[in-house]
């Protein structure tokens, strides 16, 4: 397939999905396999494209963003301690993925293993959603230390291509006691640090993969996940006032069979 066109359809699949609780990261492998778009160029693309996303983000979140760049430690999450909440929340995938990189690239990072998180994932999210603590911080400038640990701590279940870096978040800030619009915007922010570090790690590890003439294919496939990161976060937000995360969970319980007969 034309490398342009497989760049936007990279693009598209990494953008709509990279800060919804479906993995980003498990639906670009399988989109690769079945575009027969693979080996250490096709996964260095896939890094590549996630700046996009975070820019995105970025932007969307600005106001927030801004705020962290106060020097102050006053209460709620800004400054000083808003960016101190975001390193503790961080810090736990960053160690569990610099000790743990190798392993999961050679043990997890394949269509099997992705299916199987992306359907555990659809369970784990039913099950949260019936049985979760009752909310009692409705808004991130409440998020204290505990929380921002605990959601830490889940994150690193990310490091399983499948089970989502936003659905892992999400779902942690849901367990603490977050409501479903508090979680999804710290899951929001949480993701920067995270992709800026964990994106700039891979793309030095594979340096040796980029060549000149990938220049256009590459940006275009993260313009694209700009678009379609910037549309889908926002359509997320506006979806949750209306409804659960219950069906993001049936999608993943839906589409996980199907992937795996695709792939068998």
């Known amino acids: 397939m034309d490398l342009l066109l497989v760049a936007v359809v990279l693009g598209l699949v990494e953008g709509i999905t990279e800060f919804l609780p479906v993995s980003s990261t498990g639906h670009l492998i399988l989109a690769g396999h079945l575009l027969g778009f693979e080996g250490p160029r096709a996964a260095t693309f896939e890094i590549f494209i996630q700046i996009g996303a975070i820019l995105a983000v970025v932007v969307l979140e600005r106001r927030r963003f801004r705020g962290l760049l106060r020097p102050s430690m006053e209460a709620g ?6 960016c101190a909440l975001l390193a503790v929340t961080t810090a736990p995938a960053l160690a569990a993925g610099y000790f743990l990189h190798g392993t999961i690239k050679e043990r997890l990072f394949s269509p099997l293993p992705v299916v199987s998180a992306l359907f555990a994932g659809g ?48 779902v942690g800030g849901l367990l603490c006691g977050l409501d479903r619009r508090a979680a999804v915007t710290y899951s929001f922010l949480a993701a920067v640090p995270t992709m800026i ?31 379609a990161a910037w549309a889908a976060v926002r359509s997320f937000v506006a979806l949750l006032g209306r409804t659960t995360l219950r069906p993001f969970a049936w999608y993943r319980l839906v589409a996980a069979p199907i992937l795996y007969l695709l792939l068998r």
């Open 77 to 82: 999450f800004s400054g000083l301690r808003g």
């Open 123 to 170: 369970i784990v999210i039913l099950l949260v959603e019936a049985f979760r603590p009752e909310a009692r911080i409705r808004d991130i400038d409440s998020l204290g230390w505990g929380q921002a640990v605990f959601i830490g701590l889940c994150q690193c279940l990310a490091l399983w291509p499948g089970v989502s870096r936003s659905g892992a978040t999400i």
């Open 197 to 227: 570090a964990a994106t700039a790690y891979d793309l030095f590890e594979s340096r040796g993969a980029l060549h000149a003439g990938d220049a256009v294919p590459f940006a275009l496939g993260c313009a694209v996940s700009f678009a």
